[in-house]
């Protein structure tokens, strides 16, 4: 056939040999695969039977088409509403600022690191200072031999961000950096600091501090920014995507307040600010997040009576600490390479790594080594930043990031009519949605509906502890959690029973009938178990009423879980469970969901019901209860 490519005629239809296919036909091949499994759908419920419902009431559909996209205005990238970017070229052509945290307090030790990092990759630094960061007066020490003129300086300075500031300006003037040169942020973030460590006194005085600090750089360091709003206590308590952006909207909304009142023009305050959001290994979920606060902060900048420009929002990308796991680090490094890739695709101005190792002590050089040729490889190898916003147009990622900016304004406006940002956080109402936020996603995790790869899913039973955790900040701000928390204790307590007795906690599978009866269900149930550090005992391969006790005995524990099919319950179930609890088995559990041998299996002695779907954490820390694990 002949398709004309003529720009006169339209638009040049793709595929046009093929007939089209429109929704209801696909729903119906759908259909047809769901009835196979059992179900009886049709039409709309068999498209909903598909859909994925994410936190704040979000809904993905397994299928977007062009009605679907969202009406509102994208714009291009580089203008209002900046969904596609805060720049007209995006991170082209040199990528985005490979930008190394570095938290260590010796100053000689932070130097070499640094110096390190600039030689191999990175492009910026940021550089915790202070109270658990390298001390204010060694901050020339720390940044010894960096040029201040081409390598921007992030400060993570927590309360001394006053003292921190005149240093690193001191240190420019003195080392000859023309004023106009000094780039990068002097992290001037009291609400976020407020948020973090509940300390509410100084409140005041700081605001006042950030704003003359911002006053100082719009008069003579037109390069540098003095605030941040860190949205990263937020992610880290548990916050979902929209209450991480809404957080970061009331707080920046707060700062501008602060800022004209203390005499910057409204388009100069819009310049203090920088924003730091948490990029996870949901890479969509990401892209949309960054591109949703964009628009959002222009929307703001609207509403102010601001200059169509000032409403670019500046973006600092995280890899999120609440991710990272202890257990089989390895996987961490996966882990952020999508959550770096999701941060470049959204449009982020500047992309923090963390280390893989950063949850167990780290980072080393190795791990910073690592985390610095993630961006690397993702730039100049995947070319990742030659395109700007390449996620844009994409039916499905168009409708996320709508959905994510109308979420996440219902809890902006919600902040604000509560008495704003700082409102908010003294009178608990964040942390308590917070709080009630992470308890909906530890219950997935305790599920396994979320699950974790190393952890709650395919767990290296013969893997060493790793080392002690660093300590966590005390305070009365917000907490910081991690998805692996609750599976972290449970192995704790196994790895702990190992090295006071020489072996880990055991549960023995009595696998019922032949290989091809028990060896699926067997699997889940050892997986399980390694969840915990428990270790599966699984001799001899299949044993029956007759040879249970003995096989029972050998393997040494109280806990025993049957492992069959439905045919293999029904035929020898009964009496293998009976045997168990004959042999001395203090706890008789059955893989698979009670079904219609339930009653008959209980009653001869199988105490619970272990399937996918089941709270592991509460399985798993009875087990350990009952096999007198402390």
Not at 5 to 14: H, M, Q, S
Not at 253 to 260: I, K, P, Q, V
Not at 572 to 598: D, E, I, T
């Amino acid at each position: 056939m002949t398709v004309s490519t003529d720009p006169a005629a339209g638009e040049l239809p793709l595929a046009a040999e093929f007939p089209a296919a429109d929704r209801e036909q696909w729903r119906r091949l759908v259909a047809g695969v769901l009835r196979k499994g059992g179900a009886e759908l049709s039409g709309e419920a068999a498209e909903e039977a598909l859909a994925t419902r994410l936190q704040d009431g979000i809904v993905t559909r397994p299928l977007y088409t062009a009605q679907d996209a969202p009406a509102a205005d994208r714009g291009y990238p580089g203008f209002a509403p900046f969904v596609r970017g805060g720049r007209p070229e995006g991170t082209a052509p040199a990528g985005w600022d490979v930008r190394q945290r570095h938290t260590g307090t010796d100053a000689r030790e932070v130097n070499a690191a640094a110096l390190t990092d600039l030689e191999n990759g990175a492009t910026s630094l940021w550089l915790a200072t202070g109270e658990g960061g390298v001390p204010v007066a060694a901050l020339g020490t720390a940044l010894d031999g960096v040029l201040l003129d081409l390598a921007p300086v992030v400060l993570d300075p927590g309360a001394s961000f006053e003292s921190a500031a005149r240093e690193l300006l001191r240190l420019a003037e003195e080392r000859g950096v023309p004023a106009a040169a000094v780039r990068g942020n002097l992290g001037a973030d009291p609400l976020g600091l407020l948020a973090r460590t509940g300390e509410d006194a100084e409140l005041t005085p700081r605001l006042w501090a950030a704003a003359g600090l911002a006053a100082r750089c719009h008069r003579d360091h037109p390069a540098l920014r003095a605030l941040v709003v860190d949205a990263l206590p937020y992610h880290s308590a548990g916050g979902s995507t929209a209450q991480e952006l809404g957080c970061a909207l009331a707080t920046g909304l707060a700062y501008l307040r602060e800022l004209t009142r203390a005499g910057l023009p409204l388009d100069a305050a819009f310049g203090q600010l920088e924003f730091r959001y948490a990029a996870t290994a949901d890479q969509f979920l990401t892209i949309a997040k960054l591109r949703a606060a964009r628009r959002l902060w222009s929307r703001v900048a609207e509403a102010c009576g601001a200059a169509a420009g000032a409403g670019a929002q500046l973006q600092h990308a995280v890899t999120s600490p609440v991710m990272m796991t202890r257990r089989d680090p390895w996987v961490n490094m996966l882990r952020t390479t999508v959550a770096c890739l999701a941060a470049g695709t959204g449009g982020a101005d500047a992309v923090t790594v963390l280390p893989y190792d950063q949850a167990i002590g780290g980072p080393h050089a190795f791990s910073r080594r690592i985390a610095r040729n993630t961006s690397t490889v993702l730039i100049e190898e995947s070319h990742l930043a030659r395109v700007v916003d390449p996620a844009g147009g994409s039916w499905y990622v168009e409708r996320l990031t709508d959905e994510v900016a109308r979420a996440a304004w219902a809890w902006f406006q919600e902040i604000e009519r509560a008495g704003g940002q700082a409102a908010a956080l003294r009178s608990g109402l964040v942390a308590e949605r917070l709080a009630a936020t992470w308890r909906e996603r530890a219950e997935e995790l305790a599920t396994r509906r979320e699950p974790i790869t190393g952890v709650s899913e395919f767990a290296d039973p013969n893997e060493p502890p790793p080392p002690a955790a660093p300590p966590r900040a005390a305070g009365g701000g917000l907490p910081e959690v991690r998805r692996d928390e609750a599976f972290e204790a449970l192995r704790t307590r196994s790895d702990a029973h190992a090295a006071a007795t020489g072996e880990p906690p055991r549960v023995f599978l009595a696998a019922l009938g032949p290989a091809a009866a028990h060896t699926a269900r067997a699997a889940f149930a050892a997986n399980l178990f390694q969840a915990a550090g428990i270790r599966a005992v699984h001799e001899p391969a299949s044993v029956d009423a007759d040879t249970v006790a003995a096989a029972f005995a050998a393997a040494d524990t109280t806990v025993a879980c049957l492992c069959s099919d439905e045919a293999g319950y029904a035929a020898q179930g009964a009496a293998v469970a009976a045997a168990l609890k004959a042999a001395g088995a203090g706890r008789v559990l059955l893989a698979g969901r009670p079904g219609k041998q339930g009653e008959a299996l209980a009653a001869a002695g199988v105490d619970e019901f272990v399937f996918q779907g089941g709270d592991a954490v509460a399985l798993l820390t009875s087990v350990l209860d009952s096999l007198g694990v402390a």
